[in-house]
């Protein structure tokens, strides 16, 4: 039975394959056409049939720029040539002590509101090694000329220490015997330290933003209470 049903499935592939192929045409089986010509037979009424364009949106194009002009290009150049705003400099000048600031106070009241300012500096003590008061110059000269051979740098100690010399000054008055203890070891004897400032307050004057219009009218205001004392660059 089952051999039977193996050579009835094996003559139903064959007699597909036959007519597939067209073999089984002379006896009216066969498959039908799908050639060009016989698709457009088959065709309903295609005359009928449009093309249609979908409709989208677009977006609306950018008018061109209107051409400049001369006055516009003008206006360009004399914007980009134009000089910034003088934003000012900031200048300051110090150390001053209680006395000069209450001068300085009052000389730069009459500058603008917020326009300066005073800032609480201190004034550190300061030491020398000092030798002198001489009796005259001739005594002076020659402790010069005996300090030089013993190629010990000095200077004058200046203001109410003249006639007199400097051998050194100093932040600190241990600083200041540890330097006179190698001076002596040069064979340096007269010599001896001394406070030349004591500490105190002090005050650095500070102008924020001076522009080159202000500049001068400020420093005639201020100059007179300076003590002597210029205006630098902050910094």
């Known amino acids: 039975m089952l051999r039977l049903a193996v050579i009835a499935l094996l003559l139903a592939n064959a007699g597909y394959y036959a007519y597939t192929q067209g073999w089984l045409r002379s006896a009216g089986l ?19 049939l449009k ?26 150049a004399t914007a980009a040539a134009a000089p ?8 300051q000048a110090g150390v001053f002590d209680e006395k000069q600031a209450a001068a300085l106070r009052t000389a730069a009241a009459s500058l603008p509101q917020g326009s300066w300012t005073l800032e609480p500096t201190p004034i550190t003590g300061r030491w020398m090694i000092y030798m002198g008061r001489f009796d005259d110059q001739d005594t002076l000269d020659k402790k010069r000329a ?11 100690a200046g203001g109410m220490l003249e006639l007199g010399l400097s051998l050194g000054r100093f932040s600190t008055e241990e600083a200041a ?16 330290v001394i406070l030349e400032r004591q500490a105190a307050p002090g005050f650095m004057l ?16 201020l100059r007179p209470a300076m003590a002597g004392k210029t205006l630098g660059s902050c910094g």
């Open 30 to 48: 066969a498959q039908p056409e799908q050639a060009e010509p016989l698709r457009v037979q088959q065709q309903i009424r295609p005359e009928t």
């Open 206 to 221: 500070k102008l924020p933003a001076v522009t080159d219009a202000q500049r001068q009218q400020w420093l005639a205001t």
């Open 84 to 91: 910034a705003a003088d934003a000012g400099e900031c200048l």
């Open 146 to 156: 005996e300090l030089r051979a013993r190629k010990v740098d000095f200077d004058r």
């Open 177 to 192: 015997q540890r330097g006179l203890t190698a001076l002596n070891a040069q064979g340096v004897r007269t010599a001896r």
């Open 51 to 76: 093309v249609l364009r979908t409709q989208g949106t677009t977006a609306a194009p950018t008018p061109p720029a209107p051409p400049a002009t001369a006055a516009d290009a003008g206006a360009s």
